[in-house]
């Protein structure tokens, strides 16, 4: 059997209509999972649905913001193998300005969300044994910089979260583990070169050895962690930054 297969597994995917859980779908689909994506824009995740290819695929549109959505979820969908916790935001507030509002936006999608998705359906007992989920982490929880602050908290927080699910559901082999990603070319890298000109963009890259990621690197690696292949693997994190942090 090949180790990295991912047939007859069925595998759930956050913030799938774009970027990198658009991309994971994509390549787990290909390595032979059945996928499930859910994310708020209807039009884009068709999108990504008709790029699959065939089986029982589906889709569900949610804001998982909302809890009765994610009970949605969990009362619709068949017992699964794996999740990657791909949806999230990125907005910077210098720490002078941050109150309960900011703290509240950044903490819900980025940590609160992954959290009581998770949970829930580890409750209702919809993970199976030898299970694997993924948290998509940054970089940024190690190297903060100004104005990231509650966006480097958040993810520090499914750091640890994810260390506590690994001890937690070792005995049922669930596996959790995170990928730490510096800059993908993703919709929010083209969203940050025009906000920051393209020019500051190059600079920043050109301090990347092997150039900025793209989102089949981080998919391909995803589908590893999904895979039998990394069954002794678990709550650790991966750094995906293409030399970016190798020499600090």
């Known amino acids: 059997m090949n180790p990295f297969s991912l047939e007859n597994k069925t595998i759930l995917i956050t913030g799938a209509s774009s970027g990198i859980g658009a991309k994971t779908a994509e390549v787990v689909a290909n390595q032979g999972a059945t996928v499930i ?33 994610i009970k949605k979820i969990v009362t619709q969908i068949p ?14 507030f210098p720490t002078k300005f941050i109150g309960k509002k900011q703290i509240s936006e950044m903490f819900a999608i980025n940590y609160e969300v992954p959290v009581i998705l998770t949970s829930s359906l580890l409750k209702s007992k919809k993970v199976n044994k030898g299970s694997s989920i993924v948290f998509m982490s940054s970089v940024a929880c190690n190297f903060p910089n100004k104005g990231g602050a509650l966006y480097s908290g958040a993810k520090a927080a499914i750091n640890s979260f994810s260390k506590t699910l690994a001890l937690e559901h070792a005995p049922q082999k669930i596996r959790s583990n995170v990928i730490l990603a510096a800059m993908v070319k993703t919709p929010l890298f083209d969203e940050a070169e025009r906000t920051v000109t393209k020019e500051l963009m190059d600079k920043h890259g050109a301090q990347y050895p092997l150039g900025f990621g793209e989102t089949e690197d981080v998919a391909n690696t995803i589908a590893f962690l999904l895979s039998p292949a990394s069954k002794w693997i678990t709550g650790t994190h991966i750094v995906m930054d293409g030399g970016l942090t190798a020499g600090m």
């Open 37 to 69: 994506l859910t994310a708020r824009n209807e039009e884009r995740l068709n999108e990504v649905l008709k790029k699959l290819p065939t089986g029982n695929h589906q889709i569900i549109l949610a804001d998982l913001t909302d809890e009765e959505a």
């Open 79 to 92: 017992n699964i193998d794996g999740i990657v916790h791909s949806s999230g935001i990125v907005t910077h």
